[in-house]
T-cell receptor, first 108, second 114 residues
Framework: AQRVTQPEKLLSVFKGAPVELKCNYSYSGSPELFWYVQYSRQRLQLLLRHISRESIKGFTADLNKGETSFHLKKPFAQEEDSAMYYCALKETGNQFYFGTGTSLTVIP | KAGVTQTPRYLIKTRGQQVTLSCSPISGHRSVSWYQQTPGQGLQFLFEYFSETQRNKGNFPGRFSGRQFSNSRSEMNVSTLELGDSALYLC?????????????FGEGSRLTVL
């Protein structure tokens, strides 16, 4: 069963507009959730993790256990935000389940 | 600090052959995980090694195997290659334990099976 769902394969927004990348998960325990990002010609890298409750590059993500969601948000998109974004769920040990990713394009 | 290094970066094989991919983790990282990345399926977990022992295994056939050496370097092997094994194979290293969880990825080994 798919543990992490990212319903949007492609998302385009204009520069300066708000952006929200959706992520829903399925997990019976206390989830550890992450957002990873892959910029063009770069390695996949961690953007943020829910446990830190941090804002990275203006992005935030709030864990909503009731809706089993971990949507990634940014109030004002920048061109450099164009990238592939993956939501990931960490199970016990070090096994991660990744969503299929959302390709974000910020239009100048 | 050197990042995760994967070799080879690209390789082409034919059906029925076998392939071995190598991964050198970041110094001090003892956990190495392998993922298969394809356009349709995204990243799928293959297995994780920690202290030379396989700790977790994903839902892949037995043709996919791996091992880890005492210096934490890891190899994965795919035997009897099939066309569907064409993919980018990513290795990730990490510090294992509660409160960590960040994976550091290599650039991947792109396998094409003809």
């Amino acid at each position: 069963a798919q543990r992490v769902t990212q319903p949007e394969k492609l998302l385009s927004v204009f520069k300066g507009a708000p952006v929200e990348l959706k992520c829903n998960y399925s997990y019976s325990g206390s989830p550890e959730l992450f957002w990873y990002v892959q910029y063009s010609r770069q390695r996949l890298q961690l953007l943020l993790r829910h446990i830190s409750r941090e804002s990275i590059k203006g992005f935030t993500a709030d864990l909503n256990k009731g809706e089993t969601s971990f949507h990634l948000k940014k109030p004002f998109a920048q061109e450099e935000d164009s990238a592939m974004y993956y939501c990931a769920l960490k199970e016990t040990g070090n096994q991660f389940y990744f969503g299929t990713g959302t390709s974000l394009t910020v239009i100048p | 600090k050197a990042g995760v290094t994967q070799t080879p970066r690209y390789l082409i094989k034919t059906r029925g052959q076998q392939v071995t991919l190598s991964c050198s983790p970041i110094s001090g990282h003892r956990s190495v995980s392998w993922y298969q990345q394809t356009p349709g399926q995204g990243l799928q977990f293959l297995f994780e090694y920690f202290s030379e022992t396989q700790r977790n295994k994903g839902n892949f056939p037995g043709r996919f195997s791996g091992r880890q050496f005492s210096n934490s370097r890891s190899e994965m092997n795919v035997s009897t290659l099939e066309l569907g094994d064409s993919a980018l194979y990513l290795c990730a290293s990490s510090l294992r334990g509660a409160g960590t969880g960040e994976l550091f990825f290599g650039e991947g080994s792109r396998l094409t099976v003809l």
